[in-house]
């Protein structure tokens, strides 16, 4: 066996840790707002791919990294407009339009990845990272863990944010009274179509956002069908974590360091199948499903739609 | 049609007189809007639409070489299709199709050679169908007894199950699998006349009536039977099942592990009849592909089977316009997302259309 277990090795493991991780996070805690309003957004995946290739052009074009991300996220709330206009105006099945949306928005990044750059196939300059002072120095796991973008930090410091919203405010309040009774929030005088229009733009954008991340700073690069199933991987930690973001944090970074283990063992030259790998995460969902399932409670109005006056 | 029409929107059936217009015009204005709406994005993107089409037209549909791999490449997308229906008319979301299909075509590729050694070809291969089906059933086995048991939603656990199948296939061929005379990692080879007869003087299997059987059996299983009319009850209103005395939690099992046998019996008799062995990187994501069609279909066997002949038209004509063309194969995926989404606001038009007329 090589020496791989050596201190750039993990350095190299925290890093792409983190940064599978993100794109998690972000559309993970979109998700996770969604649905605690009774949306189910299974387009999520279409979000990010949309997100991914809007940072990249952007970012390609001179707007530089924050420029790329911006992009993204407004990119992926535009897109998610259409879940807004037709299951939570219309009422029209959520699951078929968001299968829609994930197959539309894949199959046009592909088409103009082709026409746009399947010839010259342009890669980002690297997003120049931010050693923070002190923890970055700490041995073996300070510059793995902590030399990263900012926006890296400004993607964790919104789970904060959004655990602020759930628990201390109307809003929060709101968004997950539209998703348990949203009679009652009609009847309390507060518009249910808004409130749910305003938990699935967000999700768009914040899919956009880890969509754009992992092309504009995880990659440097944009490739059809690069989100890989991290849509469908966010969805699955928004089930899991019900209300709580951080908990929505900590599972993306265990599927991320799971992520990562696969390129970095494959990269050390370790002879481990890395489709077992490539498992474990899924298996890990499957298990804690069994496990905890009774527990994995969902929101009791997901997926349908409200109509005032109907029960 | 018009008792299966009002799934998605849960709306009451036409009226009468609008019995057959309202249907046509709903399932045909999708199309039209779509092929129109996704010719455009070609256009913006500097290709030709009219060419294109016209294109895959000709390479599918019209030389006889192409229909024929049209034909053949219909037998999986039907057998999934004739699962779906299964699945989605007892209200099931059965998404975990693209892992059952895998493990149906894993199981058939590591005892279809090794049975052809041992018996004929005519007990061979039933055989070797009926492993994969028992395959499919079994990998459809823990997402039912998570919904049937603790009412968790199988459209997570479906998808799990699927991304573990790619995985569990692929690592099953690497290390117990492999065919040690072969480069690549695949399973054994079914011997070309050990496979399913072909059709004289084409290279059209019979695995086509096969599928076409499991599509209509399907499709009379829901709509003609009485165990259809329980798993139907189901779909329409859990609540109602229970109250009318059905078990509710063995009814999902059934649904959930039938729809899960005809995904692997999709993936046994494509491997039985076209690809002889699995290879370990082989998941053609048949799943979405299929989801979409049987909503156009609205749930209907006969009107699947039109649906999926149209669509393996584009597949195998696209995939031809891939290399001449330079439009690349995904352009399928936008066609169906457009067809999705119409699909879904004919509906909505057609129930304010009655909803006015009432």
């Known amino acids: 066996m090589p020496p791989i277990f050596n201190e750039p090795f993990l350095a190299a493991l925290l890093t792409g840790a983190i940064i599978s991780a993100l794109p998690l996070i972000l559309a993970g805690l979109g998700e996770q707002m969604s649905e605690r309003a009774g949306v189910m957004n299974i387009g999520l995946e279409g979000m990010m791919m949309a997100g991914a290739l809007a940072g990249f052009a952007a970012t390609l074009a001179g707007l530089g990294v924050w420029g790329g991300m911006l992009a993204g996220g407004l990119v992926g709330a535009a897109v998610s407009v259409i879940m807004v206009l037709f299951c939570v105006r219309q009422g029209m099945n959520q699951i078929i339009v968001g299968i829609a949306i994930t197959l539309g928005a894949t199959g046009v990044t592909s088409l103009m990845h082709n026409a746009w750059y399947s010839r010259t196939y342009p890669r980002l300059d690297a997003a120049e990272k931010i050693a923070l002072p002190g923890l970055s120095q700490i041995p073996v796991l300070g510059p793995g863990l902590f030399t990263h973008h900012p926006a890296t930090w400004a993607g964790l410091f919104v789970a904060l944010v959004f655990a602020f919203v759930y628990r201390q405010t109307f809003l929060g309040l709101n968004l997950a009274s539209a998703g348990e009774k949203p009679d009652a929030l009609d009847a309390a005088g507060i518009d249910v179509t808004r409130t749910r229009s305003v938990a699935v733009m967000v999700a768009g954008a914040m899919a956009g956002l880890g969509g754009a991340y992992m092309a504009v700073i995880g990659s440097g690069i944009f490739v059809p069908h690069m989100t890989g199933g991290a849509g469908y991987i966010a969805i699955v930690l928004a089930m899991l974590a019900r209300d709580r973001p951080l908990w929505v944090v900590g599972g993306a970074l265990l599927f991320g360091f799971c992520l990562s283990a696969t390129t970095a063992l494959q990269v050390g030259g370790i002879e481990v199948p890395t489709d077992f790998i490539q498992m474990l995460p899924f298996l890990a969902v499957m298990a804690v499903l069994v496990l905890f399932g009774r527990n994995a409670r969902l929101p009791r109005a997901l997926g349908q739609p409200y109509h005032r006056g109907q029960r | ?358």
């Open chain 2, 1 to 358: 049609m018009t008792e299966s029409t009002e799934f998605i929107t849960g709306a009451t059936p036409a009226a009468p007189r609008f019995g057959f217009l309202l249907p046509l015009g709903l399932a045909l204005l999708p199309v039209m809007a779509a092929l129109v709406a996704a010719g455009l994005v070609l256009l913006v993107l500097g290709s030709d639409p009219i060419e294109y089409y016209s294109y895959v037209v000709q390479r599918g549909l019209l030389r006889w070489r192409g229909l024929q791999a049209t034909v053949v490449n219909m037998v999986p997308l039907l057998i999934l299709g004739g699962a779906l229906i299964v699945s989605f008319r007892s209200g099931l979301w059965n998404l975990g199709i693209d892992g059952q299909y895998l493990l149906g075509t894993l199981t058939a590729g590591a005892t279809a050679p090794l049975l052809a050694g041992a018996f004929p070809s005519i007990v061979a291969l039933p055989l070797a169908m009926l492993a994969g089906a028992v395959a499919g059933a079994l990998w459809a086995l823990p997402p039912a007894l998570l919904r049937a048991r603790a009412g968790i939603n199988e459209v997570i656990s479906g998808l799990m199950m699927s991304l573990i199948a790619a995985s569990l296939t692929a690592a099953a061929i690497k290390l117990w699998l492999k065919d040690p005379a072969s480069l690549e990692p695949q399973t054994l080879t079914l011997p070309v006349e050990d496979r399913l007869p072909l059709l004289a003087g084409t290279d059209i299997n019979i695995g086509i009536f096969i599928a076409l059987g499991l599509v209509i059996a399907a499709h009379t299983l829901m709509m003609r039977s009485a165990t259809g009319l329980r798993f139907r009850i189901l779909g329409l209103n859990p609540a109602a099942a229970t109250h009318a005395g059905l078990g509710v939690p063995k009814l999902t099992l059934s649904v959930l592990c039938l729809s899960g046998a005809l995904g692997g019996l999709a993936g046994a008799v494509e491997l039985t009849g076209v690809l002889g062995k699995m290879q370990a990187s082989w998941h053609p994501g048949y799943g979405f592909a299929v989801v979409p069609l049987v909503f156009l279909a609205r749930m209907n066997g006969w009107a699947v089977i039109v649906f999926v002949f149209a669509f393996s038209v584009l597949q195998i004509g696209s995939a031809s316009a891939a290399t001449r063309l330079g439009v690349p194969q995904d352009f399928t995926l936008v066609l169906v997302g457009f067809l999705l989404l119409f699909l879904a606001l004919s509906e909505y038009a057609g129930e304010r259309l009655r909803a006015k007329k009432v």
